[in-house]
């Protein structure tokens, strides 16, 4: 089992950027594909970006491209999300999410979730 704890959410201005971190426990993610997922009010959880389990393959969501950037440090067990150039169209609940084997953009096919932390971004 896996357990992931989101944090860095907050309310932030248009613009502006915030950091996402999500730590791991339970077990290594070394062998995980680590990805960012988010639901925005009265909408489904959708993909934002992912990186493979050795790190070296990111995707992103054409919608956060150029502003998100995904990181991951397996010695610290933890992946990150920093989100620059922040829009309002961003606030949602982030969710972190791993995957065994290779990475997916596909929400159905994550083994383990995090509880979410909330982003609101004002215009």
């Known amino acids: 089992q896996v357990q992931l704890v989101e944090s860095g959410g907050g309310l932030v201005q248009a613009g502006g950027s915030l950091r996402l971190s999500c730590a791991a426990s339970g077990r290594s993610i070394s062998s995980y594909a680590m990805g960012w997922f988010r639901r925005a009010p009265g909408k489904e959880r959708e993909f934002v970006a992912v990186r493979t389990w050795n790190g070296g393959i990111t995707y992103y969501a054409d919608s956060v491209k150029g502003r998100f950037a995904i990181s991951r440090d397996n010695a610290k067990n933890t992946v990150y999300l920093q989100m620059n150039s922040l829009k309002p169209e961003d606030t949602a609940v982030y969710y972190c999410?791993?995957?065994?084997?290779?990475?997916?953009?596909?929400?159905?096919?994550?083994?383990?979730w995090g509880q979410g932390t909330q982003v609101a971004v004002s215009s």
């Open positions: 999410a791993a995957r065994y084997g290779s990475a997916t953009t596909n929400a159905y096919t994550q083994d383990y």
